[in-house]
Nanobody, 123 residues
Framework: QEQLVESGGGLVQEGASLTLSCVASGRTLSTYGSGWFRQAPGKEREFVAAISWSGGFTYYADSVQGRFTVSRVNAKNTVSLQMNSLNPEDTAVYYC????????????????WGQGTKISVSS
């Protein structure tokens, strides 16, 4: 059974850093593009960051550019999201996802999703 599992969420204060990890089991991430999305209460799911299967291309939402870094280690079947300078607007459930084709920024193009990990940032 194919599965993506996120970890690393939690409650932090404004300005703190966190790293989210996404590990794939039952399949390999190495041939799939990977993305991170988030959904805050009462809001639609939004794109955060993505990385190509090789790691050679990365994409970021304007709201996180310069603060977040997406990376991957294919040998470990893992994709990570390093988040710095967190602020209350970053509070959301964060999901990792993987896909074979399509626009990295469009969540509809992703085929596989994790269950999400919650991040709460207090001011």
């Amino acid at each position: 059974q194919e599965q993506l599992v996120e970890s690393g969420g939690g409650l932090v204060q404004e300005g703190a850093s966190l790293t989210l990890s996404c590990v794939a089991s039952g399949r390999t991430l190495s041939t799939y593009g990977s993305g991170w999305f988030r959904q805050a209460p009462g809001k639609e799911r939004e794109f955060v960051a993505a990385i190509s299967w090789s790691g050679g291309f990365t994409y970021y939402a304007d709201s996180v550019q310069g603060r977040f870094t997406v990376s991957r280690v294919n040998a470990k079947n893992t994709v990570s999201l390093q988040m710095n300078s967190l602020n209350p607007e970053d509070t959301a459930v964060y999901y990792c996802a993987s896909k074979s084709t399509g626009n990295y920024r469009n969540y509809l193009t992703y085929e596989y999703w994790g269950q999400g990990t919650k991040i709460s940032v207090s001011s």
